[in-house]
């Protein structure tokens, strides 16, 4: 996944051309869609991040050529186009939809260098990020030299998308307006856009059971494959009965926010919990009814 090597498809130009594609009907020529997202006008000599962005969302999957079109159309790929109701709320909609394409493990056959990075970031301790882009490149590039972990990212820009695009996607927080600084691996919001889908209804379900569901729905995170790789190839050890350093984080803010419950037994047996932290076990968690509901 390349939309962080290049500095045009930010979350919120991805977005806007998405928008556009669907006020057109889903479908637009391509001879005309880049004048379209940024008229000629308006362009400076060297701009090139229209095609840069068209680029993007064709990578991530959300666009694609229409088959048999003549002159060839660019439209929104079958599946992805959202219903009525969610394309009244797009700007919520579209982060759960592009995290899905995002943070595959592969893409075109090869693995997902951005969902790496992402990884990479998730197994930091909570506050443990390193300050500044030199430090950051520092410890990213101590895997260079793994076949696959070449992950490009010995570049400033580059760094500065990866952590637009982190954030735009729920994983990662920024408690400092310095670009690179105050980044804290967090996934609260990750968590929360996707609670339905982890706990679909208000019964308990076993810690070891949502892991394996968390991992399924987004590999950077635990339970998933690219987190497993991504902790092998820093030679991040990490006990399996233990929950990251970021989802415990996480769950414990969607507590305070009365979105969800945990269950603790001190004296559960093993295999049956997962550690929030080093002591506290953890055997199950539930997602609370709505205030209100009946």
């Not at 493990?105 to 197994?123: H, I, K, V, Y």
């Not at 520092?138 to 990866?162: C, Q």
């Not at 982890?198 to 690219?226: K, M, Y």
């Amino acid at each position: 996944m390349n939309i962080y090597t290049t500095m045009g498809p930010t979350p919120s130009r991805v977005l806007g051309l998405f928008r556009l594609l669907l006020v057109r009907g889903g479908e637009v020529p391509e001879s005309e869609l880049a004048d379209l997202f940024h008229p000629v006008p308006l362009r400076g000599k060297d701009t090139k991040y229209p095609e840069e962005v068209l680029a993007a969302a064709s990578e991530l999957g959300l666009t694609e050529r229409a088959p048999g079109s003549e002159p060839p159309s660019v439209r929104v790929t079958e599946g992805i186009m959202p219903d009525e109701r969610d394309l009244q709320r797009l700007d919520e909609t579209f982060p759960r939809t592009v995290a899905r394409l995002a943070l595959r493990s592969e893409t075109g056959g090869e693995p997902n260098r951005f969902a790496r990075l992402c990884a990479w970031f998730l197994a930091q301790p909570v506050g443990g990020i390193p300050v500044g882009h030199g430090a950051l490149k520092t410890e990213i590039l101590k895997a260079k030299s793994r076949p696959g972990w070449n992950l490009s990212i010995d570049n400033d820009n580059r760094l500065d998308m990866v952590v637009y695009w982190a954030k735009y996607l729920g994983l990662v927080a920024q408690l400092r307006d310095v670009k690179c600084e105050g980044l804290v691996g967090d996934p609260t919001d990750f968590l929360r856009r996707h609670l339905s889908d982890l706990l679909p209804d208000t019964v308990v379900v076993p810690i070891r059971a949502f892991r394996e569901r968390l991992g399924l729905l987004c590999p950077v995170l635990d339970g998933g494959s690219v987190r497993e790789e991504t902790l092998a190839a820093f030679d991040l050890g990490w006990s399996d009965d233990r929950l990251s350093d970021a989802i415990a984080f996480a769950l414990r803010r969607l507590v305070g926010e009365g979105l969800i419950r945990l269950e603790y037994f001190n004296d559960a047996r093993g295999g049956s919990f997962l550690r929030l932290g080093p002591e506290q076990k953890v055997t199950g968690l539930a997602r609370l009814a709505a205030k209100g509901a009946s």
